[in-house]
């Protein structure tokens, strides 16, 4: 959802996910309203996938209380005959087996972003790497890069990760922004600083959003047009966490992002 | 020491501080060798201040194990006439009431930056709040930024501690860089991403010593160029990590310093 919406402010969207028959009509009206194709939406019986969590005072460090898949457990996802030739796919976090058979059925896409988490990469690290090398754009957090290189140090991390395949990878540093690493470039961007965070939840999935939906807009994959995707990303993911849930990304205004997007060229130049 | 050799890139040095007799007279050449005035550098009978710490893996992170100030201890530093004059003052991290004395010393300055750690304001915060009407550039890290403004939002602590008096205040933050925040105005820079990280001893100092020698060289103390010397200051800063103590701080060349300044324009552009 927090991809799709963010992405929906730049380009078409086509959602290809499950959810259970609690999902509320009102969000999917709400997608729907936005021009979100929800073709791909599956609703099975049973539960929508459930994430409980504490966030610490430093909202860069949560606990996971409960995960519950629930109709994600035996999801398969299935994609659209109109929607394979999408030039630009964004595989959101699930199991990478699950990744890899939904990137299976794109006929030949342009740009291939991926997110994985700590779970999957201790899980199922195989999986995560095999699929490594299908990817242009790997998009994880600070963790989840330590845990995937064995490296602490970001730079040595990012290097042991671009060995296993991606073309470029981003590494998401919570209230720190972002840097991005691919052979022999980097770019660092920081996060807008705000006076309050009042829920983090999404934030990562909705910088995915802008960052992909800036890249499909434009039909541009140069890494000139991916610095300014990611910034495009940081702006969308600096409003999200105004609010809770989706709710401050719903109202956001495209004049708000490019105000935004000003505000962190003022930010950054010198 | 960091502070001077860094600044001594830019401009003039002049230094007021206190060594023990075991001060290494090598390292006394070596930072007269640089151009740097030793007239202000006290020899007192006994040892030289001494701290002892532990990093972490996160070199973020250290632990203090021992500190002993001996010369510190009752130190009064005394300004030479010819020293009083200068335009542009750093205050050095020591006592916050030796630090107002020597700024009581100087006739007209331009612009006064200063530096502080948990240590003073925890044991003098009276003293440490009575000198930040006079700063124009308070330099802290973000722990100390926490501490001082009893915030763990780095906008919100930013707000609360330029309500008590100093111009910009500048936090460092580690791997992360930095973040200047003044009156309507926020700019941040990330830090020069290195694959190892030697040893973060002095990288603060020689940081401040970056920043307020570029200033001091150009005479310039707009905004745009603060930017461009706290971009002086990181580069500086990226250099020192590199190798133990002030080893790698000695043998740089005017030229690294301005390689590394337009790589951190590639770093960061978009």
Redesign the interface.
Known sequence: MYFAVAASYFAPVHLVAVVGEDFPAAERDSLAARGIDLTGLEVRPGRTFRWHGRYH??VNVRDTLRLELNVFADFSPRVAEATRRVPYVFLGNIDPRLQAGVLDQFTAPILVACDTMNHWIEAARDAVEALLPRVDLLVVNDDEARLLSGE?????AA?RILERGPKSLLIK?G???A?LFSAGE?????AY?????FDPTGAGDTFAGGLVGHLAATGDVSH?NL??A??YGSVLASYVVEDFGARRLQTVSRDDIERRYRQFVA????
Not at 186 to 190: K, R, S
Not at 267 to 270: A, D, N, Q, V
């Open positions: 005072e430093d602490r140090n970001v730079s040595r290097r540093r209230e720190y922004g840097i980097v770019f660092a961007v920081p600083p705000l006076e309050e965070v000139t610095r300014r990611i910034v930010l950054t130049e010198f």
